[in-house]
C-alpha cells in the first residue's frame, strides 16, 4: 500500500499549488480521501474530505473557497487545488485513504507560502 504526495514547495503569498496523491496496492475507489496538514508544534487536522464517488466533498473553515479537493478513481489519484494561499497555509500536508477497516496515510509534503 503507498499514498504519494507531490506538488509542494514554496510559494508566495496569494499564490497557489496543486497537491497530488498517487495511491497504489489498494481499491482506491472504495476509500475515502482526506488532506490534513501539521503545522509547525501543532496537531494535524484535516482539511479537506471527499467520499468514494466523489459526490460529497466537505472543508474546514480556514480554507473554504480556496482549496478544492477531487478524485480520479480510474488513474486511483486525489488532488488539492489550493489557491489564494496565506502564510497560515504552510504545513506538511498529508494525503489519507480511509475506508471502515483501515486507514492509510503518505509520507507528507511539505508546503511553504512566504515572500
Known amino acids: 500500500v503507498q499514498l504519494v504526495e507531490s506538488g509542494g514547495g514554496l510559494v508566495q503569498p496569494g499564490g497557489s499549488l496543486r497537491l497530488s496523491c498517487a495511491a497504489s496496492?489498494?481499491?482506491?475507489?472504495?476509500?475515502?480521501i482526506s488532506w490534513y496538514r501539521q503545522s509547525p508544534g501543532k496537531e494535524r487536522v484535516v482539511v479537506a474530505g471527499i467520499t468514494t464517488t466523489g459526490g460529497r466533498t466537505d472543508y474546514a473553515d480556514s480554507v473554504k473557497g480556496r482549496f478544492t479537493i477531487s478524485r480520479d478513481n480510474v488513474n486511483n489519484m486525489a488532488y488539492l487545488q489550493m489557491n489564494n494561499l496565506e502564510p497560515e497555509d504552510t504545513a506538511v500536508y498529508y494525503c489519507?485513504?480511509?475506508?471502515?477497516?483501515?486507514?492509510?496515510w503518505g509520507q507528507g509534503i511539505r508546503v511553504t507560502v512566504s515572500s
Open positions: 489519507n485513504a480511509w475506508n471502515s477497516g483501515d486507514d492509510y
Open positions: 496496492g489498494f481499491t482506491f475507489s472504495r476509500y475515502a
